[in-house]
């Protein structure tokens, strides 16, 4: 591997770009998507996927500073965090934000 590859303005440079051009991307079809489409249902699926294979990867499988919680301690804020997520009509922000919340609040 080239050394020069991993030079941070490179790096940067190029997560900016890749950033801007899906914003870009988005911009350009958010007036040619229909919400209720299969595109949309789809992005949607997957998004929930993501979020699901995450909370399983820290209850399982914790690194850095979750390595040190019980594992108790993360499953009661995953179930603050679904609760949250289901009595807020599926609100993902909402369930992440509480379940993140609770856990820095059992860990205090």
Known sequence: MNPELYNPVWVITLAAA??????????????????????????TCVTYALMAGMVVRMLALPIGALVHTPDWVRFIAVLVGLLVFFIIRKNVGAGVLAGSLFLMFLMW
């Open 18 to 43: 890749v950033s801007y051009a899906s914003r870009g991307l988005g911009v350009a079809l958010s007036g040619k998507l229909n919400p209720e489409g299969s595109v949309v249902e789809w992005i």
